[in-house]
Protein backbone atom coordinates (compact mmCIF):
# COMPACT_ATOMS: atom_id res chain seq x y z
CA UNK A 1 0.00 0.00 0.00
CA UNK A 2 2.95 1.91 0.93
CA UNK A 3 4.40 1.69 -2.26
CA UNK A 4 1.68 2.15 -4.22
CA UNK A 5 0.72 5.61 -2.19
CA UNK A 6 4.63 6.64 -3.43
CA UNK A 7 3.51 5.89 -6.77
CA UNK A 8 0.54 7.85 -7.19
CA UNK A 9 2.14 10.85 -5.37
CA UNK A 10 4.67 10.75 -8.41
CA UNK A 11 2.34 10.34 -10.94
CA UNK A 12 0.63 13.14 -10.10
CA UNK A 13 3.57 15.18 -10.00
CA UNK A 14 4.69 14.32 -13.46
CA UNK A 15 1.33 14.65 -14.43
CA UNK A 16 0.28 18.53 -12.75
CA UNK A 17 4.45 19.43 -13.55
CA UNK A 18 3.02 17.99 -17.78
CA UNK A 19 0.30 19.97 -17.72
CA UNK A 20 2.17 22.95 -16.36
CA UNK A 21 4.92 23.11 -18.89
CA UNK A 22 2.51 21.71 -22.09
CA UNK A 23 -0.26 24.22 -20.66
CA UNK A 24 1.95 27.07 -21.07
CA UNK A 25 1.69 28.47 -24.85
CA UNK A 26 2.08 31.83 -24.42
CA UNK A 27 5.30 31.88 -26.31
CA UNK A 28 4.98 30.54 -29.94
CA UNK A 29 7.47 27.52 -30.49
CA UNK A 30 10.29 27.10 -33.44
CA UNK A 31 9.68 23.69 -34.21
CA UNK A 32 12.66 22.48 -35.48
CA UNK A 33 12.47 20.60 -38.83
CA UNK A 34 14.96 18.03 -39.97
CA UNK A 35 15.38 18.51 -44.19
CA UNK A 36 14.55 14.95 -44.87
CA UNK A 37 12.95 15.91 -48.08
CA UNK A 38 15.12 15.15 -51.34
CA UNK A 39 14.10 17.26 -53.94
CA UNK A 40 16.54 15.93 -56.19
CA UNK A 41 15.04 15.01 -59.85
CA UNK A 42 15.60 11.51 -60.82
CA UNK A 43 17.96 11.36 -64.28
CA UNK A 44 16.29 11.12 -67.24
CA UNK A 45 16.13 8.71 -69.27
CA UNK A 46 15.68 9.69 -73.02
CA UNK A 47 14.98 7.26 -75.79
CA UNK A 48 17.48 7.24 -78.40
CA UNK A 49 17.20 9.84 -81.50
CA UNK A 50 15.04 12.15 -79.94
CA UNK A 51 16.14 15.50 -78.58
CA UNK A 52 17.10 15.37 -75.00
CA UNK A 53 16.90 19.11 -74.43
CA UNK A 54 13.71 20.21 -76.60
CA UNK A 55 12.21 21.40 -73.42
CA UNK A 56 15.03 23.58 -72.96
CA UNK A 57 14.52 25.36 -76.02
CA UNK A 58 12.59 28.42 -74.09
CA UNK A 59 14.48 31.52 -74.01
CA UNK A 60 15.65 32.65 -71.06
CA UNK A 61 15.49 29.02 -69.56
CA UNK A 62 17.90 26.65 -68.63
CA UNK A 63 17.45 23.43 -66.40
CA UNK A 64 19.90 20.58 -64.98
CA UNK A 65 20.41 18.81 -62.02
CA UNK A 66 21.24 21.75 -60.08
CA UNK A 67 18.41 23.29 -60.37
CA UNK A 68 17.17 25.78 -63.13
CA UNK A 69 17.34 29.72 -64.49
CA UNK A 70 13.94 31.31 -65.87
CA UNK A 71 13.73 34.39 -67.36
CA UNK A 72 16.86 35.37 -67.99
CA UNK A 73 17.40 38.12 -70.45
CA UNK A 74 20.93 39.85 -70.53
CA UNK A 75 20.39 41.75 -73.94
CA UNK A 76 17.13 42.39 -74.40
CA UNK A 77 16.57 47.17 -73.15
CA UNK A 78 13.04 47.24 -71.51
CA UNK A 79 11.23 49.39 -74.26
CA UNK A 80 11.91 52.39 -71.35
CA UNK A 81 15.45 52.26 -71.37
CA UNK A 82 17.85 53.91 -73.44
CA UNK A 83 21.05 51.77 -72.69
CA UNK A 84 22.04 49.98 -69.78
CA UNK A 85 23.06 52.18 -66.81
CA UNK A 86 25.13 50.02 -64.72
CA UNK A 87 25.77 46.22 -64.69
CA UNK A 88 25.23 45.44 -60.76
CA UNK A 89 26.34 42.36 -59.43
CA UNK A 90 24.44 40.13 -56.38
CA UNK A 91 25.12 37.40 -54.28
CA UNK A 92 22.50 35.90 -52.47
CA UNK A 93 22.90 33.08 -49.78
CA UNK A 94 19.68 31.40 -48.53
CA UNK A 95 19.43 29.23 -45.81
CA UNK A 96 17.94 27.62 -42.47
CA UNK A 97 20.93 29.75 -40.65
CA UNK A 98 20.05 33.40 -42.23
CA UNK A 99 16.75 32.58 -39.72
CA UNK A 100 18.19 32.47 -36.63
CA UNK A 101 17.91 35.95 -35.87
CA UNK A 102 14.52 35.86 -36.74
CA UNK A 103 12.25 34.26 -34.25
CA UNK A 104 9.79 32.26 -35.12
CA UNK A 105 10.99 31.77 -39.35
CA UNK A 106 12.89 28.73 -40.42
CA UNK A 107 14.61 29.60 -42.98
CA UNK A 108 15.64 33.03 -44.68
CA UNK A 109 18.11 34.96 -47.67
CA UNK A 110 21.29 36.49 -45.97
CA UNK A 111 19.40 39.94 -47.15
CA UNK A 112 16.20 41.52 -47.46
CA UNK A 113 16.46 43.86 -49.49
CA UNK A 114 19.23 45.03 -52.50
CA UNK A 115 19.08 48.93 -54.46
CA UNK A 116 19.65 48.88 -57.89
CA UNK A 117 19.56 51.92 -59.98
CA UNK A 118 16.97 51.94 -62.96
CA UNK A 119 17.68 50.08 -66.34
CA UNK A 120 20.36 48.35 -64.52
CA UNK A 121 21.81 44.76 -65.87
CA UNK A 122 22.01 42.82 -62.49
CA UNK A 123 23.30 39.61 -62.44
CA UNK A 124 22.30 37.44 -59.56
CA UNK A 125 24.45 34.39 -58.13
CA UNK A 126 22.37 32.47 -55.85
CA UNK A 127 23.65 29.96 -53.63
CA UNK A 128 21.72 27.51 -51.46
CA UNK A 129 23.46 26.98 -48.44
CA UNK A 130 20.56 24.16 -47.35
CA UNK A 131 19.51 20.41 -48.75
CA UNK A 132 16.37 21.45 -49.74
CA UNK A 133 15.66 22.94 -52.74
CA UNK A 134 15.26 27.19 -52.80
CA UNK A 135 14.13 29.62 -55.26
CA UNK A 136 15.09 33.17 -55.33
CA UNK A 137 12.17 34.59 -57.57
CA UNK A 138 11.57 38.08 -58.53
CA UNK A 139 7.87 39.28 -59.87
CA UNK A 140 7.07 42.57 -62.02
CA UNK A 141 9.65 43.22 -64.35
CA UNK A 142 8.40 43.82 -68.16
CA UNK A 143 5.82 40.62 -69.27
CA UNK A 144 7.15 41.68 -73.07
CA UNK A 145 10.41 40.02 -71.77
CA UNK A 146 9.80 37.55 -69.11
CA UNK A 147 7.22 35.37 -69.01
CA UNK A 148 4.68 36.22 -65.85
CA UNK A 149 7.10 39.14 -65.51
CA UNK A 150 9.39 36.42 -63.41
CA UNK A 151 13.06 36.39 -63.18
CA UNK A 152 13.66 33.23 -61.65
CA UNK A 153 16.92 30.90 -59.91
CA UNK A 154 16.52 27.75 -58.45
CA UNK A 155 19.29 25.55 -56.82
CA UNK A 156 18.70 22.08 -55.00
CA UNK A 157 21.05 22.80 -52.38
CA UNK A 158 23.38 23.09 -51.21
CA UNK A 159 24.71 25.04 -54.69
CA UNK A 160 24.07 28.14 -56.83
CA UNK A 161 23.20 29.52 -60.01
CA UNK A 162 23.41 32.55 -61.65
CA UNK A 163 21.12 34.72 -63.47
CA UNK A 164 20.48 38.13 -65.00
CA UNK A 165 17.65 40.81 -65.92
CA UNK A 166 17.55 44.47 -66.68
CA UNK A 167 15.10 46.19 -64.39
CA UNK A 168 13.04 49.17 -66.74
CA UNK A 169 13.24 52.54 -65.84
CA UNK A 170 11.43 54.26 -62.73
CA UNK A 171 11.18 53.47 -59.22
CA UNK A 172 9.68 50.15 -58.42
CA UNK A 173 9.85 47.58 -55.39
CA UNK A 174 10.20 44.51 -56.92
CA UNK A 175 8.99 41.06 -54.78
CA UNK A 176 11.05 38.28 -54.10
CA UNK A 177 10.87 35.22 -52.87
CA UNK A 178 10.85 31.08 -52.81
CA UNK A 179 7.85 29.43 -54.18
CA UNK A 180 8.33 26.17 -52.33
CA UNK A 181 5.14 25.47 -50.35
CA UNK A 182 5.58 27.34 -46.91
CA UNK A 183 8.75 28.53 -47.72
CA UNK A 184 7.80 32.31 -48.22
CA UNK A 185 5.90 32.08 -44.94
CA UNK A 186 8.72 30.40 -43.31
CA UNK A 187 10.79 33.62 -44.24
CA UNK A 188 12.08 33.63 -47.80
CA UNK A 189 10.65 36.95 -48.33
CA UNK A 190 12.62 40.08 -49.71
CA UNK A 191 12.29 42.54 -52.06
CA UNK A 192 14.50 44.48 -54.82
CA UNK A 193 14.43 48.16 -55.26
CA UNK A 194 15.21 49.62 -58.53
CA UNK A 195 15.80 53.26 -57.58
CA UNK A 196 14.10 54.35 -54.71
CA UNK A 197 11.51 52.10 -55.12
CA UNK A 198 7.70 52.90 -54.91
CA UNK A 199 6.75 51.30 -51.95
CA UNK A 200 7.83 48.66 -48.84
CA UNK A 201 6.42 45.35 -48.80
CA UNK A 202 4.68 43.99 -45.73
CA UNK A 203 6.35 41.11 -43.73
CA UNK A 204 9.90 40.93 -44.93
CA UNK A 205 11.23 40.09 -42.38
CA UNK A 206 13.66 42.33 -39.62
CA UNK A 207 12.25 45.30 -42.56
CA UNK A 208 8.65 45.46 -42.73
CA UNK A 209 5.58 44.93 -40.43
CA UNK A 210 3.61 41.73 -40.44
CA UNK A 211 -0.04 42.32 -41.52
CA UNK A 212 -1.04 38.99 -39.94
CA UNK A 213 0.54 38.06 -36.74
CA UNK A 214 0.49 34.73 -35.53
CA UNK A 215 -1.32 34.71 -32.03
CA UNK A 216 -1.42 31.15 -29.62
CA UNK A 217 -4.04 31.89 -27.24
CA UNK A 218 -4.87 29.37 -24.39
CA UNK A 219 -8.36 28.71 -24.25
CA UNK A 220 -8.39 28.31 -20.15
CA UNK A 221 -12.48 26.86 -19.66
CA UNK A 222 -14.22 24.92 -17.30
CA UNK A 223 -13.60 22.03 -20.46
CA UNK A 224 -9.57 22.55 -20.64
CA UNK A 225 -9.48 22.48 -16.92
CA UNK A 226 -11.81 19.80 -16.53
CA UNK A 227 -9.67 17.74 -19.54
CA UNK A 228 -6.43 17.73 -17.69
CA UNK A 229 -7.58 16.75 -14.38
CA UNK A 230 -9.08 13.99 -15.86
CA UNK A 231 -6.17 13.02 -17.72
CA UNK A 232 -4.38 13.71 -14.16
CA UNK A 233 -6.98 11.67 -12.74
CA UNK A 234 -6.84 8.40 -15.28
CA UNK A 235 -2.89 8.75 -15.26
CA UNK A 236 -2.63 7.95 -11.47
CA UNK A 237 -4.72 5.33 -11.52
CA UNK A 238 -2.86 4.25 -14.49
CA UNK A 239 0.66 4.17 -12.11
CA UNK A 240 -1.31 2.66 -9.20
CA UNK A 241 -2.65 -0.64 -11.26
CA UNK A 242 1.49 -0.61 -12.83
CA UNK A 243 3.07 -0.05 -9.17
CA UNK A 244 0.68 -2.62 -7.90
CA UNK A 245 1.10 -5.56 -10.10
CA UNK A 246 4.60 -4.55 -10.46
CA UNK A 247 5.16 -5.12 -6.77
CA UNK A 248 2.83 -7.82 -6.51
CA UNK A 249 5.29 -9.76 -9.00
CA UNK A 250 7.99 -9.08 -6.71
CA UNK A 251 6.64 -10.19 -3.94
CA UNK A 252 5.52 -13.36 -5.94
CA UNK A 253 9.13 -13.93 -6.75
CA UNK A 254 10.64 -13.34 -3.51
CA UNK A 255 8.07 -15.68 -2.39
CA UNK A 256 9.78 -18.71 -4.62
CU1 LIG B 1 12.89 27.55 -50.48
Not at 71 to 75: F, I, Q, S, T, V
Given at each position: MLVALGGLAVVVTIVVWRASTTGNAGAPRVQKVTATSDYRQPALTVAAGTDAHAHHHHPGMSMDMQGAVM?????RLPQDCPQITEDVKVTVHAGRKYARRFPGLMFAYDQQEWNVPPCSRVTVTFVNDDDVRHQWMLHGLPKYIHPQGMFHLEVTGPGEKSGTFIVPSGDKTYFVHCDMAQHTEKGLKAQLKAGAGNMDLPSIPGLTATINVDTYPVGWGAGSVGMVLTAGFAGALLGVFCLNRAARRAIYRAGQ
Open positions: GENKD
